[in-house]
């Protein structure tokens, strides 16, 4: 018996320094990852996870056990959607007419036009926010054309960008991250700003601003497609001064985020990334020169 | 008749692997209703961090390479769903696992269960402490409130569930 009671102290024994062996060993990993490039080693495998977990959660939607409408809501719901969709039939009509107009006003002003991006429709099926990132998991991926750094936009304006791209989910990671940081200027002001995450779900600080020009109350900020990350022009919330420093009202946080557009960042290439063909080159010379002459 | 009415029930004839899986099964069922149903709420930083309750639970039971295991690889799962750096998870579940285990002898000789309850409590409170301290150091700086919701229903919900955490039949245990 005393030997029984010594072997069973010894395998307790065994068993707690392999547990606190392991504790440190997950401690020394953790530490690792500090440095990206050795955290990034760990992305295929949370790809793969944000594909289950989407296309779980698609599945279990489909058959919802927490759906409780009846025909009556449904009815009611299909009303109000034909009511707005006859409201919204009138207004592509003016903006068609609109379109068309303004294509003429650039042709006569000779207006370098933006191409309009080409994005993919997607669902936000769930969420993971946490102390380590408030992100948003959508049920698109690469397989529908999704790739990294595309911009996800819902109809109050940007929401995020992807930051994990699965075969057939994208991690969206929110305005309102820690990690976000956003160029963005004033509308109307111009000023230009950081937009820095990191401050709940409403605000947005708007750090590193060149100018000492204030904004003005209550415009939008705007993303100024600096750094390229971002198109320029994407509404991302609305200038409001609080205390003596001024923050972003997030549109984020005026709805839910449900359905969303995941964009392509427009890069512009610069002059010395895309140079002209050397004989395009040369005809402005020989113009000159005819100039001389 | 008296053997009879001594006749351990279907949950006490089974045996510790199946109490195991049954138990990882609860906690991965709980944690997909929280990913699937709740987080699109908003009210995911009230839902409990099932895995604790195996922590806690298997910890106060028997201290093994299985359970430590499972643990090590449920917390592998919370990292890859939470985002979190990989190992996160999985030693903040095996500081509950081995502090709950360090209260487990006494609390076998001790009738009142105060030795059990302080053990649980101190699982809890410990790993809760940890996660902070560990999670600070990682991010730089992180609000308590983020993680403290989750740790106090887990505490809170550890009660009613714990037999089924429990990986012996021992019943000096509960």
């Keep these: 018996m005393a030997t029984l009671g010594r072997d069973r102290k010894a395998k307790r024994q065994v068993v707690r320094t392999f547990v606190v062996v392991a504790i440190v060993a997950a401690l020394a990993l953790v530490l690792f990852q500090?440095?990206?490039?050795?955290?990034?080693?760990?992305?295929?495998?949370?790809?793969?996870?944000?594909?289950?977990?989407v296309q779980s959660a698609s599945s279990s939607r489909q058959g919802s056990l927490f759906d409780f409408n009846n025909d009556e809501e449904l009815q009611a719901e299909i009303e109000r959607l034909q009511v707005e969709n006859r409201q919204l039939a009138i207004w592509r009509d003016a903006a068609t007419s609109m379109t068309e107009r303004l294509q003429r006003y650039e042709e006569l002003l000779n207006l370098a036009s933006e191409p309009l991006p080409q994005g993919i429709s997607a669902r936000v099926v769930t969420e993971t926010d946490g102390p380590f990132a408030e992100?948003?998991?959508?049920?698109?991926?690469?397989?529908?054309?999704?790739?990294?750094?595309?911009?996800?936009?819902?109809t109050q304006g940007v929401i995020g960008r992807v930051i994990r791209v699965g075969n057939r989910s994208s991690r969206i990671?929110?305005?309102?991250?820690?990690?976000?940081?956003?160029?963005?200027?004033?509308e109307i002001s111009g000023v230009r700003a950081i937009l820095a995450g990191g401050s709940g779900s409403e605000f947005g600080q708007l750090i590193d601003r060149p100018e000492q020009a204030p904004f003005v109350q209550g415009e939008s900020i705007v993303t100024s497609g600096e750094g390229n990350a971002f198109p320029r022009g994407l509404r991302i919330g609305r200038a409001v001064l609080s205390g003596e420093e001024w923050v972003a009202q997030l549109s984020l946080s005026e709805a839910p985020v449900d359905f969303v557009r995941l964009l392509p960042a427009q890069t512009i290439p610069t002059p010395e990334e895309d140079p002209l063909p050397e004989a395009v080159e040369a005809e402005p010379e020989t113009s000159a020169e005819m100039g001389q002459r | 008749m008296s053997g009879f009415a001594n006749k351990p029930s279907a949950w006490g004839r089974t045996g510790s692997t199946a109490r195991l899986i049954i138990g990882a099964i609860i906690v991965l069922f709980v944690g997909y209703i929280g990913v699937v149903f709740i987080a699109p709420t908003g009210l995911d930083v009230f839902w409990p961090y099932a895995p604790l309750w195996a922590a806690v639970g298997w910890g106060a039971s028997r201290l093994s390479f299985r359970p430590a295991g499972a643990l090590a690889l449920l917390g592998l799962i919370m990292d890859l769903v939470t985002d979190a750096p990989v190992g996160c998870w999985s030693s903040i579940l095996l500081v509950a696992f081995l502090t709950a285990s360090i209260f487990r002898q006494q609390a076998l000789t001790d009738k009142t269960g105060i030795i059990r309850f302080f053990g649980d409590v101190s699982g809890f409170v410990l790993s809760f402490m940890f996660a902070r301290w560990l999670m600070g150091s990682y991010l730089g700086s992180v609000e308590t409130r983020e993680i403290i919701g989750g740790f106090l229903s887990a505490a809170l919900l550890y009660y009613p569930l714990r037999p089924l955490f429990r990986l012996t039949t021992d019943e000096r245990v509960d």
Excluded: K, W, Y
């Design chain 1, 34 to 53: 500090t440095a990206p490039s050795i955290r990034g080693a760990s992305q295929p495998l949370r790809a793969g996870m944000d594909d289950i977990v």
């Design chain 1, 173 to 186: 990671l929110l305005v309102t991250d820690f990690n976000s940081r956003v160029p963005v200027m004033g």
């Design chain 1, 135 to 154: 992100t948003r998991l959508a049920n698109a991926g690469a397989l529908h054309g999704v790739r990294l750094g595309h911009v996800a936009v819902n």
